[in-house]
């Protein structure tokens, strides 16, 4: 083949790409879903992360943790907003300075209207150490509820376990 044929061949290739581009890409974009944030998630889900501490001390229900919108960070909130279910995805456990001796940290579902709790899940912690949990599928908070946080009593009080959480709110 000789440098004329290929430089041919080259350009009807970009030619066909080029076509290709103008006719296929806005007919497969407008089957896509609308997406938000720079394309990271679903437009009908929102970012929403969370903090609390659970303390050796406080009994349950213990303290409730505080969301934010990722995209409106000065507004906070603590139970699941009218209309909208939170799923919780991911959990960060900070064991701060104070922490001398291994806890339980407990995560709760509050009930608003029975002045219950229904811990989810519980993780043991340990003095100088970190711990992340990642949930595939999440656990589902309905409207009204709050997330909550506290230990299993420990012998020492006033140890203090941070925690930060993501998840998504999405409509009921």
Same mark, same amino acid.
């Given at each position: 083949?000789?440098? +004329? ?5 080259? %350009? ?14 806005? #007919? ?18 929102? %970012? ?12 349950? *229900?213990?303290?409730?943790? $505080? ?5 409106? *960070? ?23 300075? #104070?922490?001398?001796? *291994?806890?339980?940290? +407990? ?12 811990? %989810? ?5 340990? *003095? ?19 997330? $909550? ?24």
């Amino acid at each position: 083949m000789t440098n +004329n044929m290929k430089i041919i061949v080259l %350009l009807l290739g970009l030619a066909m790409g080029f076509i290709a581009a103008i006719y296929v890409l806005p #007919s497969f974009q407008e089957q896509q879903m609308p997406m938000t944030r720079a394309g990271l998630m679903p437009a009908e889900q929102t %970012l929403i992360r969370g903090t609390a501490r659970a303390i050796s001390s406080a009994r349950p *229900p213990g303290e409730s943790f $505080t969301f934010k919108d990722a995209d409106k *960070p000065h507004e906070a909130f603590k139970a699941v907003p009218a209309g909208k279910r939170f799923i919780l995805k991911d959990i960060n456990y900070y064991p701060q300075a #104070s922490v001398r001796a *291994p806890l339980t940290v +407990n995560i709760a579902d509050k009930d608003p209207e029975t002045y219950t709790h229904a811990i %989810l899940f519980q993780v043991h912690v340990n *003095p100088r150490q970190s711990r992340d949990i990642h949930f595939s599928s999440g656990y589902v908070l309905p409207a009204g509820h709050e997330l $909550t946080a506290f230990t299993a009593g420990a012998l020492a009080e006033e140890q203090y376990v941070s925690l930060g959480v993501a998840g998504y709110l999405v409509a009921e």
